[in-house]
């Protein structure tokens, strides 16, 4: 007999019964077409509601007029063919049991002049962001009259589009820059005191109510603490909100803290390495002061702490928003007594990432997210059993055998190390990193449910390979340190493994070179740094760790500054050699000055990416049907592999993530499941 579970308890929300309390809060994932929420789009929400969510929130910051261009993919509220795009989409959500809302915003000065129509982007103020750096426009009134009536006729979109409600996004735009002494340095009816500062926020309200009616529910995204000593704090928040609340809002979704600079965002936005669910009492507090349905979503990425914020009354809905990214069949999992079996949210917050380094969100090791049109997040059964053979047991390797598992095949995994894992071990050997191991430990899990086989401490060879008598076989074997580039020096260096792995730490002045431009060297500079060493990373590059996005960059940046890193931008390190009393000469090159320096320290390390571990792959060519040959339109499509071009050849060949190219381990995961979902 199963027990009452809260997160599962149905709630009313006005007139909306929802059907549980788990939420995938508002954000953008930036899967739309020209601002308009296309297939992908609409496929990403489906999924989730699909999978059980009692509500899902679409539009991310869903802008309301052309001065506000989207600055990551947002929709465009402001055109009328968003309605029957909205209405199929809703139909559909609706469909599989969920309810769904839109975020609306002006983004006030959170974009950029320099996109869109190029209008100038507005403002309370001349104070600019220092994340999208835009200098923005002091409104006039009749800006603001204009952006009234925007906010109005994008609700009325979002009704007459078929969805349940709107949320007012008010953290860091323009709504709540308005009530925030911190950016409203105004004298006029819409600054100077708290009662002032509120008439826009409250003329939006207004003319929202008067366009969509009494019924139809309006809710805000609040920053309830703007985590700034001279702005806006829960004494505040709270009045101004039962002011709102007496305008027509009808929920509240906490927010504690701003977005303005990367430090302040990856604080409002916890990532790894941070406490659980770090404003959930602080949400509780709010909820305590106020007399609307409350939400909240920050690093609540367990279902523990959700039941947790539910049954003791810290919140009405729980938003589990990155967690469905990473598992968007969570709820049902929840509801089948399958929560051990959910694919847990690591906090890599590699989904807000990529939206700037590649336009849209993914998951660090979901690829099926924000893929639904191609790709499955239930993998179903084969027709037919083969056998399969898998070398490495890293992230691609295990991919592959779960997919594999999954769909009925033998599978049988050589591991030469004594754990799987790969280069995750490395990474997550920083304190600050080490959940990455949720990736490995859900593919073991999830291999093992599928009666994959492992055998650790194997160091693979053809001949154990084929003793196997394989029809299908993945090379996943990764890679090792690239120290090529180097033109002298080679044997006086270590390398990111070294560090990482603990096999060696040096002390004193230490070089950190990064040609890779990724977490590696950042996290073997934070670690000897953090033991005591000088250290100075050096990069070829024109900003440190260009890889790096703005979710996870603060918190090196922190620890660099905690212990005095220094950094030397666009040089070269072209070879290493022997110094006095066994000290190391680093020759550094500017391709700006054309001119050599000489760094003379205890030790150098470097990060240059891996160079692919392919010598099984290549002995095993000669045996296969394919000759390793990929058919990449078929992988494009997500259709089985079928090149014969070796009609002698034993099994299938395939070689997957690092043993092909240094790549990350989203990369390395999508080549397995892409490849391994139609076999």
């Not at 899967?31 to 929400?45: I, L, V």
């Not at 609700?155 to 953290?171: K, N, P, S, V």
């Not at 806006?232 to 809002?249: F, M, Q, S």
């Not at 280069?423 to 449910?449: F, M, N």
């Amino acid at each position: 007999m199963r027990t009452f579970d809260p997160l599962l308890e149905p709630f009313t929300l006005r007139d909306l019964t929802l059907r549980n309390r788990v939420v995938s809060t508002s954000h953008e994932p930036a899967y739309g077409e020209g601002g308009m929420p296309t297939d992908r789009y609409r496929a990403y929400h489906v999924e989730k509601a699909r999978g059980g969510v009692g509500l899902t929130m679409i539009g991310g910051s869903a802008v309301v007029a052309p001065d506000s261009p989207p600055s990551f993919g947002n929709l465009l509220l402001y055109r009328d063919e968003i309605v029957p795009w909205l209405q199929r989409l809703s139909d559909e959500v609706h469909d599989e049991g969920a309810a769904v809302m839109c975020q609306v915003t002006h983004l006030g000065r959170r974009t950029s002049n320099y996109t869109g129509d190029w209008l100038p982007v507005v403002y309370p103020s001349r104070s600019r962001e220092s994340q999208h750096r835009a200098f923005p426009k002091v409104a006039e009134d009749w800006d603001l009259a204009r952006i009234v009536s925007a906010y109005a006729d994008g609700a009325r979109r979002c009704q007459a589009g078929g969805l349940d409600g709107i949320e007012i996004e008010a953290y860091s735009h323009l709504f709540d820059s308005f009530l925030s002494p911190v950016t409203n340095d105004r004298d006029d009816a819409f600054g100077g005191d708290p009662e002032r500062r509120m008439t826009f926020p409250r003329r939006v309200i207004q003319a929202i109510r008067a366009a969509v009616g009494p019924d139809f529910i309006i809710g805000v995204r609040m920053a309830m603490d703007e985590d700034d000593p001279d702005g806006l704090h829960a004494e505040d928040t709270v009045a101004a909100l039962r002011t709102l609340v007496a305008d027509g809002v009808d929920f509240l979704s906490v927010i504690k803290g701003r977005l303005d600079s990367d430090a302040a965002l990856a604080r409002t936005i916890p990532s790894m390495g941070t406490p659980s669910a770090p404003f959930l009492e602080f949400a509780g507090e709010i909820r305590r002061a106020i007399d609307i349905p409350v939400m909240h979503a920050a690093r609540i990425s367990d279902v523990a702490t959700a039941r947790h914020a539910i049954r003791d009354g810290l919140l009405d809905l729980v938003g589990m928003t990155r967690p469905q990214l990473a598992d968007p069949y969570l709820v049902a999992k929840i509801r089948s007594g399958d929560e051990d079996r959910i694919r847990p949210c690591v906090g890599a917050s590699y989904c807000l990432d990529s939206l700037y380094a590649s336009g849209d969100a993914k998951c660090i090791h979901n690829p099926a997210t924000g893929r639904e049109l191609t790709m499955s997040h239930v993998i179903a059964p084969s027709a037919k059993s083969r056998n399969a053979v898998v070398i490495g047991a890293g992230p691609a390797g295990l991919e592959a055998a779960r997919v594999l598992g999954e769909r009925g095949h033998r599978v049988v995994v050589f591991e030469a190390a004594d754990r799987p894992g790969g280069q995750i071990l490395l990474a997550a050997a920083s304190p600050r990193r080490r959940d990455l191991t949720g990736i490995i430990d859900w593919r073991v899990a999830e291999a093992k449910h599928a009666d994959v086989e492992f055998r650790y401490g194997v160091y693979a060879e053809a001949e154990q390979v084929l003793a196997e008598d394989p029809d299908l076989v993945l090379v996943a074997t990764g890679g090792m340190p690239d120290r090529s580039f180097l033109t002298e020096g080679q044997d006086l260096v270590l390398d990111t493994w070294d560090v990482m792995s603990g096999a060696e730490r040096p002390n004193g002045t230490v070089l950190v070179y990064d040609d890779n431009g990724a977490e590696p060297a950042m996290d073997a500079a934070e670690l000897l740094a953090s033991h005591g060493a000088a250290v100075e990373i050096v990069t070829p590059e024109r900003t440190l760790a260009i890889e790096v996005g703005s979710m996870n960059s603060p918190a090196y940046l922190s620890a660099f500054a905690a212990h005095d890193v220094r950094t030397t931008l666009g040089y070269r390190l072209r070879a290493v050699r022997r110094g006095p009393e066994g000290r190391r000469i680093a020759v550094l090159h500017s391709d700006y000055t054309d001119a050599d320096v000489e760094r003379e320290v205890d030790a150098v390390v470097v990060e240059h990416g891996t160079s692919p571990n392919d010598e099984l792959y290549f002995d095993l060519v000669s045996s296969s049907t394919n000759l390793g040959e990929v058919d990449q339109q078929a992988l494009l499509e997500v259709r089985p592999q079928a090149l014969t071009t070796n009609h002698d050849g034993r099994f299938q060949l395939f070689r997957i993530g690092d043993a092909v190219a240094s790549r990350n381990i989203h990369a390395a995961i999508y080549d397995a499941l892409r490849l391994c979902q139609p076999i």
